[in-house]
């Protein structure tokens, strides 16, 4: 954890040294392949680490998420019908949140579930799941990595939820309904899943204890974080190229 939150407060410390921040968070030791600020280029990057796996003979399956207003980018059709030819082991995974940046989905999409409406034009079945139900998500994720292990190919999986906050700490998210908003705040997954422990006779006292821990662990690893060095000058030329350098060669 440290290592993640020094790389989002640009310290040397943190898993790119600084050099990624927010947006292109990496850790291969830890199966994470990168995020990118190129909306939907990561999905042909998940059917190469797919492929891979499939031409390497292993039981891995990439797994990739994208929001609502990817399914309206040329690359989120390019890497379904590629991965649905090569029966890739991959699973998509659209959050629909309902919002693409400041524009709601369905003012322009021609179809009411951007991607699952979508599944059956590259021959997949459509998955849809509340994201905000913790159970419900577990089983749909259990399942498709255990459809896409088994060499039937990709699973495309559509779970709706919504973003409390705006777009980004610069957006005050005006542009949604107040009562809008209301409702969803009310099914935010982590109360509702904590109500579901306490029904099913978990004890307050329990899970004040987890929450308690994790919350420790949190203040850790920002105050880690924080006290971690600014990353040297040097690094920008460091692993510009794959040797490791900056200098072109052709």
């Known amino acids: 954890m440290t290592a993640v939150m020094a790389e989002l407060l640009g310290r040397q410390a943190g898993l790119l040294a600084g050099k990624g921040g927010s ?14 600020a190129i909306i939907g280029a990561h999905l042909t990057i998940a059917n190469g680490a797919a492929w891979s796996a499939q031409y390497r003979g292993t039981d891995q399956v990439a797994v990739c998420f994208f929001g609502d207003g990817t399914t309206n980018i040329g690359a989120f059709h390019e890497a379904l019908n590629f991965a649905a030819i090569w029966r890739l082991p991959v699973v998509f995974v659209c959050e629909n949140n309902h919002y693409m940046e400041y524009t709601a989905i369905e003012k322009v999409t021609a179809v009411p579930r951007p991607a699952a409406d979508r599944a059956a034009s590259y021959g997949l079945t459509p998955v849809t799941v509340d994201g905000n139900d913790v159970e419900a998500v577990h089983r749909v994720a259990v399942d498709a990595l255990r459809r896409a292990r088994s060499g039937a190919g990709p699973v495309l999986v559509e779970a709706e ?3 409390h906050g705006g777009h980004s700490r610069a ?3 005006r542009y949604r309904p107040a009562d809008e908003v209301a409702a969803w705040l009310e099914r935010d997954p982590i109360p509702a899943y904590r109500a579901v422990l306490a029904k099913a006779g978990i004890p ?3 899970l004040d204890d987890v929450e308690a821990r994790v919350w ?3 203040e ?5 974080a ?3 060095a600014v990353p040297d000058p040097g690094l920008v030329t460091k692993d510009v190229w794959a ?4 200098t072109w060669r052709n």
Not at 25 to 30: C, K, Q
Not at 220 to 224: F, K
Not at 243 to 246: A, L
């Open 23 to 36: 947006m292109h968070l990496t850790s291969v030791e830890h199966g994470a392949m990168g995020s990118y």
């Open 161 to 163: 939820t919504y973003r």
């Open 171 to 173: 957006d005050p998210g």
């Open 204 to 206: 307050e006292s329990e």
């Open 216 to 218: 420790a662990e949190v």
């Open 220 to 224: 850790t690893a920002t105050a880690e």
């Open 226 to 228: 924080k006290a971690g």
């Open 243 to 246: 040797d490791g350098g900056s």
